[in-house]
């Protein structure tokens, strides 16, 4: 399961999504300014305040970092 912590402000975010997506990649989108829950779930995961977070089963990454998600995922 992959979890994007997001908003719909943050244009990595949106760069982010739309790669995953391009990919064919299936991903929970959550969005950290309207959900507080989840704002607070992703700062206990990350220890970060910023987004995009992606948290790949449990290995969290900050950031659009497109190497580090293609060598979890095992993308080309």
């Known amino acids: 399961m992959i979890k994007v912590y997001s908003t719909q402000?943050?244009?990595?975010c949106f760069t982010l999504k739309e790669w995953l997506k391009e990919k064919?990649?299936?991903f929970q989108d959550i969005n950290v300014a309207e959900d507080q829950n989840a704002a607070k779930?992703?700062?206990?995961?990350?220890?970060q305040?910023?987004?995009?977070?992606?948290?790949i089963d449990g290995k969290i990454i900050i950031g659009f970092n497109k190497e580090e998600i293609s060598k979890i995922l095992k993308l080309d």
């Open 9 to 12: 402000m943050c244009p990595y």
């Open 24 to 26: 064919g990649i299936e």
């Open 41 to 47: 779930e992703m700062v206990e995961k990350s220890g």
């Open 49 to 55: 305040m910023g987004v995009p977070v992606v948290d």
